[in-house]
């Protein structure tokens, strides 16, 4: 492992103290828990994803009203007509 140094907050740091005494770790062992959950979220959602994501909102009309109310009926459809046409 390496070391390191951080700033941090004093109730950052009071948390952390108060919050490793409970559960019977070190305060390093939570900051780096802390950081593989960090990492995990990134990873899964990586920022440029979120952002096209985000921009395809919107961006796409079925000129149907009740897509929300119907969506089961339409999927189930288009499951039909892949199933007809042999995909």
Not at 22 to 45: C, D, K, N, T, Y
């Amino acid at each position: 492992m390496i070391r390191t140094q951080i700033q941090m907050e004093e109730d950052q740091i009071d948390w952390l103290r108060v919050e490793a005494r409970s559960r019977g770790v070190s305060v390093s062992q939570l900051i780096r828990e802390g950081v593989a959950l960090f990492r995990a979220r990134e990873e899964r959602f990586p920022e440029e994803k979120k952002k096209r994501a985000l921009a395809a909102v919107g961006r796409f009309s079925s000129n149907l009203s009740e897509v929300s109310e119907r969506h089961d009926d339409y999927l189930a459809e288009a499951f039909r007509k892949e199933a007809r046409h042999g995909k």
